[in-house]
């Protein structure tokens, strides 16, 4: 149960996350933010922070952290840059880099050229980071619908744990497993929708609010033409009778509880004695190298002999053959598991052809799609179709 306390803290942190939104002036809060670190107030930059964002309804959490360019690693140089600056605008000349010139400068000098100077470096710096913020937002200007789903669904997280609101974020805005499953129809509508292994239900959440935006008439999504060229036909997001998440982890499948309500059942218990006994559509996202290479086949069996006609099953895993981009995943994989304490987890990866192979047995026909744009990871997106499914996924 969370205390009124706690969800009143959370809310304040997510006001503070939030507020100032907008491309123009979220860049104006990281300019001023780096413009106020280059000041030597060392000491008083929260509190301007706090006073100037308060004044100009500016994000003030993202001008205090924009404020740490002076941080220890980099305070050295900017003192350097910023003497060197003023010393050049007051005289025309720079400081000597010697021990001289530090037993010998006047310490009104050496003031006079750090203000100066940190008034030019600051300006400059702040300027640059800032117009670099606002060209960042303004090329996903396009993508607003998009980044706008996000943040409904990642909201959902904000009462349950700060760590939750935050690690859906990035999740959601950085994989784009997300965006192909809403927007390139690989889903059929309609029965019940089962992920196994929904950790705290992102998939969830986003299926639900993209159904709702669409009902409202906020969300109109757009698949990419074949060849990915340009955007093809508007159509609605996949909506579903049920959304099933089954998840192990008693923690973790408490929060996508928490932050799902009555939209979606969260079972908590292991997949292979857990599949409901019908369904249309049935998520395998980065699970199935959790479980021994028979347990893989067995729960793939499963899902099988439960699918609806004209259903289908979407496995996403890495490719074990990809080199670089496999590493990365098996690189993160351990540390996540060392992270949660669980450092005996064993792991069962597969190629991609070696996924495909496994399908095929089965009697599927799968399509493949990658979904590691944007990321140094080799992920595959395997869409599983039954032999009686006589149209394709989407």
């Not at 706008?148 to 950085?174: M, N």
Request: proline fraction near 5%; glycine fraction near 12%; include cysteine.
């Amino acid at each position: 149960m969370i205390s009124p306390k706690a969800t009143s803290l959370r809310r304040v942190f997510w006001e503070l996350r939030t507020e100032g939104g907008g491309p123009g002036r979220e860049a104006i809060a990281v300019g001023i933010g780096v413009f106020i670190g280059c000041v030597p107030v060392y000491g008083f930059h929260l509190l301007l922070c706090w006073a100037i964002g308060w004044c100009l309804r500016l994000n003030r959490l993202k001008m205090y952290l924009a404020a740490n360019v002076s941080n220890p690693l980099m305070a050295p140089l900017l003192v350097l840059s910023e003497l060197e600056a003023g010393a050049w605008l007051r005289r025309g000349s720079f400081h000597a880099l010697s021990l001289e010139t530090v037993r010998t400068i006047d310490p009104w000098s050496f003031g006079a050229d750090l203000i100066v100077g940190s008034i030019v470096v600051g300006g400059t710096l702040g300027v640059m980071v800032g117009g670099a913020t606002y060209a960042l937002a303004r090329s996903s200007g396009a993508d607003a619908w998009f980044a706008a789903l996000v943040r409904r669904a990642s909201d959902r997280y904000i009462t349950t744990s700060v760590t939750a609101w935050e690690f859906a974020r990035g999740k959601l805005r950085g994989d784009p497993l997300y965006r192909t499953v809403l927007v390139d129809r690989v889903v059929p509508s309609g029965g019940t929708l089962v992920d196994v292994g929904c950790g705290q239900g992102l998939m969830l959440a986003m299926l639900v609010e993209a159904a709702d935006g669409f009902r409202s008439g906020h969300v109109h999504l757009r698949a990419a033409r074949s060849g990915g060229q340009g955007e093809g036909a508007p159509g609605p997001p996949p909506v579903f009778d049920e959304l099933v998440g089954i998840e192990v982890r008693r923690r973790v499948a408490a929060i996508a509880r928490g932050a799902l309500g009555d939209r979606a059942t969260i079972v908590e218990g292991d997949a292979r004695t857990h599949m409901p006994r019908r369904c249309r559509v049935v998520l395998f996202f980065d699970v199935l190298h959790m479980v021994p290479a028979a347990d893989q086949e067995a729960l793939l069996a499963a899902a099988a002999a439960a699918l609806d006609p004209g259903g289908v099953i979407l496995i996403r895993e890495t490719d074990a053959a990809a080199g670089w981009g496999f590493a990365a995943v098996r690189f993160g994989n351990r540390l996540k598991s060392l992270a949660s304490g669980n450092w005996r987890q064993t792991f069962h990866f597969r190629t991609a052809a070696d996924w495909t192979a496994c399908a095929e047995r089965l009697g599927f026909r799968v399509e493949t799609r990658g979904t590691s744009e944007g990321t140094p990871f080799a992920n595959v997106l395997f869409v599983l179709i039954p032999p009686s499914h006589s149209g394709d996924a989407h």
